[in-house]
């Protein structure tokens, strides 16, 4: 199956490190995806990796991906108040290209 | 600036009537997508299409109706047939390649009473 799971909640201290976590099923994914959702916005794309990386670091964000686990995690360094969002994990697939799988979001709360 | 436009923003409908979410696109895309977002869920594909002229059902199609006419243009229509259709709508375009991202929408968010 093409299922990809999150935790729904999320709350850390501002300056803190965040980490949000997906594990997806199906090891045909070729992209894996990190969208940024702010209330009443549509998604924003912060970053993706390739399915043979193991990890990718992007300013603030570091995406780390254990294909043998089927794990992916996006970490959010000195997370600030505006990081506050809902962030989905996505996949398209090698079978597939037509269409991103995601997952079920993950509300961030950052507090002072 | 190029970009992906759904409108409007807020849609407010009567149970039994049809009504059709706008989504438009100048990125020369061919692939177009609607998505539904409800609370605690992840989201989920309504319908797409890859070229003008083309559609496929995605895994919530059921009550949905879709239109590809022009390459710019992806128009959703919720159908009376829908049976629980308060719920956030994303659309999105992407060019047929899979090393690229999807541009999204800002979201309507219809409401139906």
């Known amino acids: ?112 | 600036d190029g970009g992906i436009t759904q409108s409007p923003k807020y849609l407010f409908r009567k149970e039994g009537q049809n009504v059709t979410l706008s989504c438009e696109q100048n990125l020369n895309h061919d692939a177009m997508y609607w998505y539904r977002q409800d609370p605690g869920q992840g989201l989920r594909l309504i319908y797409y299409s890859q070229i003008v002229n083309d559609f496929q059902k995605g895994d919530i199609a059921e009550g949905y109706s879709v239109s590809r006419e022009k390459k710019e243009s992806f128009p959703l229509t919720v159908t009376s047939a829908q049976k629980n259709p308060t719920a956030f709508y994303l659309c999105a375009s992407s060019s047929n390649r899979v090393d690229t991202e999807a541009f999204f929408g800002q979201g309507t968010r219809l409401t139906v009473v």
């Open chain 1, 1 to 112: 199956g093409e299922d990809v799971e999150q935790s729904l909640f999320l709350s850390v201290r501002e300056g803190d490190s965040s980490v949000i976590n997906c594990t997806y099923t199906d090891s045909s994914s070729t992209y894996l995806y990190w969208y940024k959702q702010e209330p009443g916005a549509g998604l924003q794309l912060l970053t993706y990796i390739f399915s043979n990386m193991d990890m990718k670091q992007d300013q603030r964000l570091t995406v780390l991906l254990n294909k043998k686990d089927k794990h992916l995690s996006l970490r959010i360094a000195d997370t600030q108040t505006g990081d506050s969002a809902i962030y989905f994990c996505a996949e398209t697939f090698s079978y597939n290209t037509d269409k991103l799988i995601f997952g079920t979001g993950t509300r961030l709360q950052v507090f002072p």
